[in-house]
């Protein structure tokens, strides 16, 4: 196995990307396998009866937070990004809110 990367090492150089997020290092004759990505978590919270938009009718309204995570060997390590997303029932009409509109639909 040391051998399979030593030579791809040299075919290769310095730095080898190995896939989306994997990068393989040459570090004065060690080797160092580093993991890292995004990772897009999304959580249902509490939705409420509204008026949608789209259709015009009285129903339940879906709401979602998606969150986007930066991973180091597949742990979150911090939240990137926040967004929430309120889906009508009837139509499936999705649209983007503020974090302002997100809590007082909350109440």
Known sequence: MVSIKSSILDQFGDALSAGAGQVLFRLEGTNMLLLFGLKTVLRPLRGRTATCQSC?????????????????????????????????????QVSAISARKKNALAR
């Open 56 to 92: 015009g009718l009285v129903v339940h309204h879906h709401l979602e937070e998606r969150a986007s995570k930066f991973t180091l060997f597949f742990i979150p390590v911090f939240t990137m990004s926040r967004s929430y997303r309120i889906t009508c029932s009837n139509c499936g």
